[in-house]
């Protein structure tokens, strides 16, 4: 009877090592989608003010040379 139990422990040891190592690899891919997406949005809130910055100057320029 002891290697029945004893088999029954490690097998209940690897399901929960196994249940803890999928739920910290799962975490690590919504954190890392997560910076994905935050990287994204930053990108095209910079891209728009240069966009518009950009936009100023050359009205400024237009507006000196006229």
Do not use: C, H, P, Q
Request: proline fraction near 0%.
């Amino acid at each position: 009877m002891e290697n029945f139990w004893e088999s029954v422990n490690l097998m209940l040891f690897v399901y929960a090592l196994a249940a803890v190592v999928s739920l910290a690899v799962a975490w690590i891919i919504k954190v890392l989608f997560k910076v994905i997406r935050l990287k994204e949005t930053r990108a095209a809130a910079n891209a728009s003010a240069s966009d518009e910055a950009s936009d100023e100057a050359e009205k400024t320029v237009a507006e000196g040379t006229s």
